[in-house]
């Protein structure tokens, strides 16, 4: 158990919809980053926040958007669903910003997302 | 070109083979290599940080860097059926964001 959590774990949705995905870091990690994995891409980084600031950003579509609380935890949004939105949704934490050996990034469970 | 490119496999091995797992990159800018290891639906772990070139052992597992060739290696000796999951390598710079392989899956039989 990584420590980090997400909810929640299986998603099932229609095509045109909205959803919201959340993730819990652990416990003193200002970190949060989003990744999708689908099979023919990968584990693809989405976005980091940092302490409740955006601070890196990777291949997000224009209709996702995440956010950090005061408290830490984040939320991705995930809008207009499309078929092809349909993958494996990680959220890891780190302490700092995650370019150190000390730094790593542990990963949550995952959200499967299925659009239909 | 993918800056971090995996062979998907998948690498079939007896138990107690020597396993090497590999990944290729093209920045030059990277400085700091990974590799996780992801068992079926679960989310990838740390199996190994390198900073720079050179070897890093821990266990049964080494983790080799060769920057003039962009060249990441993993390998696994006297490998376990508990060692079956998808290996991915990641790779990062000054930026703070890694880069990933599609992954490696590898079973080993028994």
């Known amino acids: 158990d990584s420590g980090v959590t997400q909810t929640p774990k299986h998603l099932i949705t229609a095509t045109g919809q909205r959803v919201t995905l959340r993730c819990s870091p652990r416990s003193g990690d200002l970190s949060v980053y989003w990744y999708q994995q689908s099979l023919d891409q990968g584990l693809q980084f989405l976005i980091q926040?940092?302490?409740?600031?955006?601070?890196a950003k990777g291949n997000i579509l224009e209709r996702f958007s995440a956010q950090q609380f005061p408290d830490l935890h984040s939320e991705l949004n995930l809008s207009s669903l499309e078929l092809g939105d349909s993958a494996l949704y990680f959220c890891a934490s780190s302490v700092g910003l995650g370019q150190r050996s000390t730094d790593t990034q542990y990963f949550g469970p995952g959200t499967r997302l299925t659009v239909l | 070109q993918k800056e971090v490119e995996q062979d998907p496999g998948p690498l079939s091995v007896p138990e107690g083979a020597i396993v090497s797992l590999n990944c290729t990159y093209s920045?030059?800018?990277?400085?700091?290599f990974m590799w996780y290891r992801q068992y079926s639906r679960k989310g990838p772990e740390l199996l190994m940080y390198?900073?720079?070139?050179g070897n890093k052992e821990d266990g049964r597992f080494t983790a080799q860097v060769d920057k003039s060739s962009k060249y990441i290696s993993l390998f696994i000796r006297d490998s376990q059926p508990s060692d079956s999951a998808t290996y991915l390598c990641a790779a990062g710079g000054v930026t703070d964001k890694l880069i990933f392989g599609t992954g490696t899956r590898l079973q080993v039989f028994p």
């Open positions: 390198t900073y720079s070139s």
């Open positions: 920045n030059s800018a990277f400085q700091y």
């Open positions: 926040y940092y302490n409740g600031e955006e601070r």
